[in-house]
């Protein structure tokens, strides 16, 4: 049974920094990454990366945002910083797994940016 499990999430000031981390488990993944959902708004590309590393970011988080992945550990990494607010939504973890091609989805996790 595939599972990811996402921590990281919070609130923080604007310019500040947050972690966020996913691990999934239950198959071999291909492609992994982040996407988030604003209030009102469809669910957007923050970034994804696959086993290679080779990296794809969302036009709104490129040069403040930075995806990382250890296949050992079938985790990703987004370490956000220069925070805005609006970065304010939930973020979902995302995963492909690599024979299936099957996407699969975190329950999501909270991040605000507000003074």
């Known amino acids: 049974q595939v599972q990811l499990v996402e921590s990281g999430g919070g609130s923080v000031q604007p310019g500040g920094s947050l972690r966020l981390s996913c691990t999934a488990s239950?198959?071999?993944?291909?492609?992994m990454g982040w996407y988030r959902q604003a209030p009102g708004n469809e669910r957007e590309l923050v970034a994804t990366?696959?086993?290679?590393?080779?990296?794809n970011y969302g036009d709104s988080v490129k040069g403040r945002f930075t995806l990382s992945r250890d296949n050992a550990k079938n985790t990703v990494y987004l370490e956000m910083n220069s925070l805005k607010p609006e970065d304010t939504a939930v973020y979902y973890c995302y995963a492909q797994t690599l024979i299936s091609r099957r996407d699969y989805w975190g329950q999501g996790t909270q991040v605000t940016v507000s003074s």
């Open positions: 990366i696959t086993r290679a590393g080779s990296t």
């Open positions: 239950g198959s071999i993944f291909s492609t």
